[in-house]
């Protein structure tokens, strides 16, 4: 499998970035604990369909821009102990069922993983059982439900925290997409390629990267196979290029012309699939949009026009606030104004969050990080 540079999974334990519940031998009582965070992924040439429901692997490749955690992640906490009688996950502090098939597909897979390696190599073995049960506590700093791709940095997160317990050290595309399939492309920072493949396992690989700055399925659809087979493998080779030279004309606008193939697929699916609304359709008019399953925009600018467009959303959605980048005041000139073309529409946005390109998963050294207290469950919210 490919991957970027920098990429590998550190090992776990013995470097003060797992916490040791023990005080003891670590056979004795062995209990470790980490925790990692990871990023959201925007996908510029869309993912859609899937040859292998099992597998996760896409009918055609895609690429995307992964955002800075620092505005947008999930974190992740993975506890394993031998007194643990279950598995046990709390999303956002709430506990779910962990016998859901993408979570128990994402568990088992990182378990095999981990026999594999132990019997590979008997003299690296960690002092933990894979008998063990673990307990997961996940958050996201933003809203699951805003068309940000929260399943991708979740369960892109879990992938990495359970790899770093469990001692695995291999790729883990394979096991972040069997929970979902764009997770895969939020294990690496900048703009990232999930390669199709040509047979059982599909490839990720990094690109390049570029100082861009964000803000912001299967169908039964007959455009679904042309797309895949005759338009986007082309497309990926442009949209390369374009990242490449650093060419955001033709970044901009080929974006747009994927985004706007993706929904009209959407819409050739019976019955139809309608994503946008109207706020959603006012936004295609004023700047280089995309949009995922959902109605909110993603917006891409270089930094010298995010001032710009910040006041011209404005101008056309009072009221609405900014979350993340700080962005400075810019007044908006009498012409831009009549160019937007349209009246105000107060109300129609509740908030820009303003971001950048950022890296991929993080481990969290400080134990205060820790989503799970001293008894192995969330610790309370204040």
């Given amino acids: 499998m490919a991957r970027p540079a920098g990429a590998r999974v550190p090992k776990p334990g013995g470097c003060g970035r797992g916490r040791k519940c023990s005080s003891a031998m670590a056979s004795e009582k062995p209990c470790l604990a980490v925790t990692c965070t990871a990023p959201v992924n925007i996908a510029v040439i869309k993912y859609w369909g899937k040859r292998d429901e099992e597998l996760i692997l896409p009918i055609n490749s895609s690429l995307s821009v992964t955002l800075h955690q620092d505005q947008l992640k999930t974190t992740t906490t993975a506890v394993v102990s031998k007194d643990f009688t279950e598995d046990r996950i709390w999303l956002n502090g709430r506990e779910e069922d962990i016998g859901q098939p993408r979570i128990q597909a994402c568990l088992r897979e990182i378990r095999r993983l981990a026999r594999k390696r132990r019997s590979g190599d008997e003299e690296d073995l960690l002092p933990l059982s894979l008998n063990y049960k673990v307990h997961i506590a996940s958050v996201n700093n933003f809203p699951t439900a805003a068309g940000l791709a929260s399943s991708a940095s979740g369960y892109a997160c879990?992938?990495?925290?359970?790899?770093?317990?469990?001692?695995?050290?291999?790729?883990?595309?394979?096991?972040?997409?069997?929970?979902?399939?764009?997770?895969?492309?939020?294990?690496?920072?900048?703009?990232?390629?999930?390669?199709?493949g040509s047979r059982l396992m599909g490839r990720t690989a990094s690109p390049g990267r570029w100082p861009l700055n964000h803000t912001g399925l299967n169908s039964e659809s007959s455009f679904l196979c042309i797309r895949a087979e005759a338009v986007v493998p082309a497309r990926m080779a442009e949209m390369i290029r374009y990242v490449k030279e650093r060419n955001f004309q033709g970044f901009g606008q080929l974006t747009m012309k994927d985004s706007n193939q993706f929904h009209a697929t959407c819409l050739d699916t019976f019955p139809p699939i309608s994503y946008l609304n109207d706020t959603s359709r006012h936004i295609i008019h004023l700047v280089a949009y995309t949009f995922d399953a959902g109605p909110n925009a993603v917006i891409f600018t270089l930094d010298d026009t995010v001032a710009e467009f910040v006041a011209a959303v404005r101008h056309s959605f009072p009221p609405e606030f900014l979350k993340g980048l700080p962005v400075k005041p810019a007044p908006l000139s009498d012409e831009l104004k009549a160019a937007l073309g349209m009246d105000p529409t107060p109300g129609g946005i509740k908030y820009i969050i303003a971001t950048q390109v950022g890296p991929g998963p993080q481990i969290l050294d400080h134990p205060h990080a820790h989503l799970l207290g001293p008894d192995s469950l969330p610790k309370p919210t204040v």
């Fill in 158 to 196: 879990l992938a990495y925290a359970l790899a770093r317990v469990y001692g695995v050290e291999s790729d883990l595309s394979e096991v972040a997409r069997r929970g979902s399939g764009s997770a895969c492309r939020s294990l690496y920072g900048g703009f990232v390629e999930w390669q199709m």
